[in-house]
């Protein structure tokens, strides 16, 4: 059985495991108030070059994104997001539960926002009896696997800007997209156009975590009581700092997301070799072939992967397959060569 469902399937790189073994038994102040989140916290400050942004350590990426929009809204305030955003498909309604309305856009097959969307957006909520949008919620890498440039995302920022738009990126796949062919983004690059945007370890080497970076000052204050209000801090804390000291060492983060897609890369390239389509072909670690429903059966015999939906043309299935960092070559030689023709 090949494993191709998703890039949190294994448990962590074994540097990682070693990080948390040393650590294991040091004795360390709780809640995040320990020498290895303090560590991480300042080399993530480093690579970023934002001396003023505040690092949050939570454990996951829905956590990371209803705590940090709760954090961020008054009441009355709603979320511009793609309609195939994680928060608008698969949390079950976690930033609705805090009280903040979702406002899906309808984005292409890459997953990505733009200006023109927001601002065609932006006259029907004008009304006072209406929900105010206040924050728009990207992801990058998207979730079919789109990669922002950096024209994009300063485009926008600005829009962002103009309008009085608070920017909040979703990095569970960060580390993909800003390892990606399609990229010429950096971790500096994002805290100059957002205002707030995490480092994702969970899909990315780590057992569980994530790095949100509150870039705007304004966003900053207070953040820890919403965490710990929200179910969001981990009590033991420093597993999360050893995880990220040890990810942001010698370039692991982002050997381990290179490693993801050029597995990806391989796999798509081979598939597209036998005659498949792809619903987009995403520059990430994460492929959306069109199979034919007729293979299904074969596919689950031999194959971990999740259905993604019905192809635009009938009789067809848009699955998903995705690499991570501990997808050998031969995982995707031997799936190339089982893998019936469409």
């Not at 292409?108 to 105010?132: F, M, Q, W």
Request: proline residues 6%.
């Amino acid at each position: 059985m090949y494993l191709f469902r998703n890039d949190y399937s294994f448990g962590a790189h074994p540097k990682v495991l070693e990080a948390l073994s040393a650590s294991n038994l040091e004795g360390n102040p709780g809640y995040g108030f320990d020498p290895h989140c303090e560590a991480a916290a300042a080399r993530i400050k480093e690579l970023c070059q934002a001396p003023q942004a505040d690092v949050q350590f939570l454990i996951g990426g829905t956590s990371a994104n209803f705590t940090a929009i709760a954090a961020f809204l008054r009441p009355w305030e709603g979320v511009f997001c793609a309609q195939t955003g994680h928060v608008n498909g698969h949390e079950s309604g976690a930033v609705e539960a805090t009280g903040h309305k979702l406002l899906p856009l309808e984005a292409g097959p890459d997953g990505k926002l733009t200006p023109a969307l927001i601002e065609a957006a932006l006259p029907a909520y004008e009304d006072i009896h209406l929900v105010k949008p206040r924050l728009v919620y990207i992801s990058d890498a998207t979730e079919t696997g789109g990669v922002y440039t950096k024209a994009e995302l300063e485009a926008l920022s600005a829009c962002c800007r103009a309008h009085d738009l608070l920017l909040f990126l979703d990095g569970a796949r960060l580390g993909c997209a800003l390892t990606s062919p399609a990229n010429d983004l950096t971790l500096p690059d994002l805290a100059r156009l957002t205002d707030a945007f995490y480092i994702g370890g969970t899909k990315n080497g780590a057992l569980m975590g994530e790095a949100l970076v509150l870039v705007n000052p304004a966003l900053q204050g207070d953040f820890f009581r919403i965490k710990k209000q929200r179910g969001a801090v981990l009590a033991k804390g420093w597993l999360l700092g050893a995880q990220f000291e040890a990810l942001l060492k010698d370039d692991l983060y982002f050997q381990l997301a290179r490693h993801s897609n050029d597995m990806a890369r391989k796999l798509q390239d081979g598939l597209k070799a036998k005659g498949y389509s792809f619903l987009f072909e995403s520059p990430s670690n994460q492929i959306f072939p069109i199979v034919p429903d007729a293979i299904l059966p074969e596919l689950e015999r031999i194959c971990a992967f999740e259905v993604w939906g019905a192809a635009p043309e009938a009789d067809h299935t848009v699955i998903r397959l995705v690499a991570s960092f501990a997808t050998e070559p031969s995982d995707v030689d031997g799936l190339l060569n089982e893998f019936p023709l469409p």
